[in-house]
């Protein structure tokens, strides 16, 4: 069994990333992507509900938290990039992934990348769509006001999208903690973020070719990324399953972690028990 872990860090594609492992080593690898313009410890809650079970894997994006930005230009391709060579540097061979929202683009690019390698997909308030050309124009918007206004002004915009509406939650250690994470970035990399996503590839098309237990997870009242868009994923992924959090808005995983938990905890369960399976049945 690993101990909860430090901060620990590697060195992939030319930049440090920061990262932590902790949990059962005997334990399927999940590997946790965070979202924009979060980092690795929006994933604490999981961590601390999972790590008795399986291997608990969460990393900084490049740029974020305490992975280097590196030179080259961030695009959806590098992240994913990125991470094949994220999972090739712990020496994994097949891993669980988990994505939120631009977690969610990364994971869905690398099915279309790598599929060999991932056994199982959550995908938690994503979609598969590219922006269209009014979002792309709202992001290229946000950054110049974000150049001109610092991110203390977009974390305040930002957060009311981000958590569901409960006058309780106003000033919880939640809302801080998120709001720390958006502040603390640096505004050239929350820009180029935004152009990356921008200028992403729909992955929409990859859909129907997912053969591997899939859950979606979607907060009732993400109004983000809302839940038409997790009903058209399911319905184009054989066999997928979608999950709707109750009382939760886009941070479905923060907003009610306890459902978030059980329902993920559930479908890793599924993936164990169908490696098990079809452990059996070729030997």
């Given at each position: 069994?690993?101990?909860?872990?430090?901060?620990?860090?590697?060195?992939?594609?030319?930049?440090?990333?920061?990262?932590?492992?902790?949990?059962?080593?005997?334990?399927?690898?999940?590997?946790?992507?965070?979202?924009?313009?979060?980092?690795?410890?929006?994933?604490?809650?999981?961590?601390?509900?999972?790590?008795?079970?399986?291997?608990?894997?969460t990393?900084?994006?490049?740029g974020?938290?305490?992975?280097?930005?590196?030179?080259?230009?961030?695009?959806?391709?590098?992240?994913?990039?990125?991470?094949?060579?994220?999972?090739?540097?712990?020496?994994?061979?097949?891993?669980?992934?988990?994505?939120?929202?631009?977690?969610?683009?990364?994971?869905?690019?690398a099915?279309d990348?790598?599929?060999?390698?991932?056994?199982?997909?959550?995908?938690?308030?994503?979609?598969?769509?590219?922006?269209?050309?009014?979002?792309?124009?709202?992001?290229?918007?946000?950054?110049?006001?974000i150049?001109?206004?610092?991110?203390?002004?977009?974390?305040?915009?930002?957060?009311?999208?981000?958590?569901?509406?409960?006058?309780?939650?106003?000033?919880?250690?939640e809302?801080?903690?998120?709001r720390?994470?958006?502040?603390?970035?640096?505004?050239?990399?929350?820009?180029?973020s935004?152009?990356?996503?921008?200028?992403?590839?729909?992955?929409?098309?990859?859909?129907?070719?997912?053969?591997?237990?899939?859950?979606?997870?979607?907060?009732?009242?993400?109004?983000?990324?809302?839940?038409?868009?997790?009903?058209?994923?399911?319905?184009?992924?054989?066999?997928?399953?979608?999950?709707?959090?109750?009382?939760?808005?886009?941070?479905?995983?923060?907003d009610?972690?306890?459902?978030?938990?059980?329902?993920?905890?559930?479908?890793?369960?599924?993936?164990?028990?169908?490696?098990?399976?079809?452990?059996i049945?070729?030997?």
């Amino acid at each position: 069994m690993k101990q909860e872990s430090e901060d620990l860090y590697i060195t992939i594609n030319d930049i440090s990333i920061g990262y932590t492992d902790s949990g059962n080593e005997k334990g399927h690898p999940v590997i946790f992507i965070h979202g924009f313009p979060l980092n690795k410890s929006m994933w604490k809650d999981q961590r601390k509900a999972l790590w008795n079970t399986y291997r608990v894997i969460t990393y900084d994006i490049r740029g974020y938290g305490n992975s280097e930005p590196g030179a080259e230009e961030i695009s959806i391709d590098l992240l994913t990039s990125d991470l094949l060579h994220f999972i090739d540097g712990l020496k994994l061979e097949k891993v669980v992934l988990c994505g939120f929202s631009m977690g969610g683009y990364i994971a869905l690019n690398a099915m279309d990348k790598f599929p060999d390698r991932i056994i199982g997909l959550v995908l938690a308030d994503t979609q598969c769509q590219a922006d269209t050309e009014k979002v792309k124009k709202g992001r290229l918007k946000t950054c110049e006001d974000i150049r001109q206004n610092g991110l203390e002004l977009f974390a305040d915009q930002l957060l009311h999208g981000l958590f569901y509406a409960n006058p309780e939650k106003e000033n919880s250690k939640e809302i801080i903690e998120v709001r720390r994470m958006i502040e603390g970035n640096s505004v050239d990399v929350v820009c180029n973020s935004l152009m990356a996503m921008a200028n992403r590839k729909e992955t929409c098309s990859v859909l129907e070719k997912i053969d591997i237990p899939t859950l979606i997870l979607v907060g009732k009242e993400d109004e983000v990324i809302p839940l038409a868009k997790s009903e058209f994923m399911q319905s184009k992924i054989d066999g997928a399953t979608l999950n709707i959090v109750s009382d939760a808005a886009h941070l479905s995983n923060i907003d009610n972690p306890v459902e978030f938990n059980r329902y993920l905890a559930q479908f890793l369960q599924h993936v164990k028990q169908q490696r098990s399976h079809l452990l059996i049945s070729t030997h």
